[in-house]
C-alpha cells in the first residue's frame, strides 16, 4: 500500500494539470456534386414521378416513374453527366 505521502505528492501534483482533450479535424467532403438539377431535368423531361436520385462518379443516375395512359406505369433511370 502506497504511503500517504506518496498519494499526498501524486494528488498535489494533477490538481495543477488540466486534462485537455486531443484536438481533431472535421473535414467536409462534397461527394460528386450536387443531383438536383439533374433530378429537375429529368422529371420535367419524362413528366414522372421522382423515385431516386444517386450520384455515379461524374455523373448522376436519376430513377423516375412515368404514368402511362390505361397501362401501369414505366420505371425510366437516365445518367446525366453533372
Given amino acids: 500500500m502506497a504511503s500517504p505521502l506518496i498519494i499526498a505528492a501524486l494528488t ?3 490538481s495543477g494539470m488540466a486534462f485537455e482533450p486531443p484536438q481533431t479535424t472535421r473535414y467536409v467532403v462534397q461527394a460528386g456534386g450536387n443531383c438536383q438539377a439533374a433530378a429537375s431535368q429529368v ?9 431516386s ?16 395512359d390505361g ?12
Fill in 12 to 14: 498535489a501534483g494533477l
Fill in 53 to 68: 436520385v444517386q450520384a455515379s462518379g461524374n455523373s448522376c443516375v436519376v430513377t423516375v416513374l412515368v404514368q402511362r
Fill in 43 to 51: 422529371v420535367s423531361e419524362t413528366g414522372g414521378q421522382l423515385l
Fill in 71 to 82: 397501362e401501369r406505369p414505366k420505371k425510366v433511370t437516365k445518367k446525366v453527366p453533372m
